[in-house]
């Protein structure tokens, strides 16, 4: 079982930027794939970033050029840069996992969620 503990949610003005932080804990014998859903209520889920384990990392063509997901293998820890963010970027961020696997792309949709950190951009 693995644990997801987010972190940098809050409020922020039109345009202007916020970093997620995501740890992972627990019992991680093996690489796990880490990235990034949001939500808004009323809406379905949405991918915005993955660190994929074989190719290059996967992100909704509505954050493409603005969010940069990163890791830090030592802390079991992934981030969300996000830049230029607009109003339908508010959402609530949820951190996700999976086990990597040996080859091909990450599972989707991953087994391990966190609580989630709100996201809130206003004017």
């Known amino acids: 079982q693995v644990q997801l503990v987010e972190s940098g949610g809050g409020s922020v003005e039109y345009g202007g930027s916020l970093k997620l932080s995501c740890r992972a804990s627990?019992?991680?014998?093996?690489?796990?794939?880490m990235g990034w859903f949001r939500q808004v209520p009323g809406k379905e889920r949405e991918r915005v970033a993955v660190?994929?384990?074989?190719?290059?990392?996967t992100y909704a063509d509505s954050v493409k050029g603005r969010f940069i997901v990163s890791e830090d293998n030592n802390k079991n820890t992934v981030y969300l840069q996000m830049n230029n963010l607009n109003y339908e970027d508010t959402a609530m961020y949820y951190c996700?996992?999976?086990?990597?696997?040996?080859?091909?792309?990450?599972?989707?949709?991953?087994?391990?969620r966190g609580q989630g950190t709100q996201v809130t951009v206003s004017s």
């Open positions: 627990g019992y991680i014998d093996s690489k796990l794939c």
């Open positions: 996700t996992a999976d086990e990597a696997p040996v080859f091909g792309r990450c599972p989707n949709p991953p087994q391990w």
């Open positions: 660190l994929e384990n074989d190719g290059p990392t």
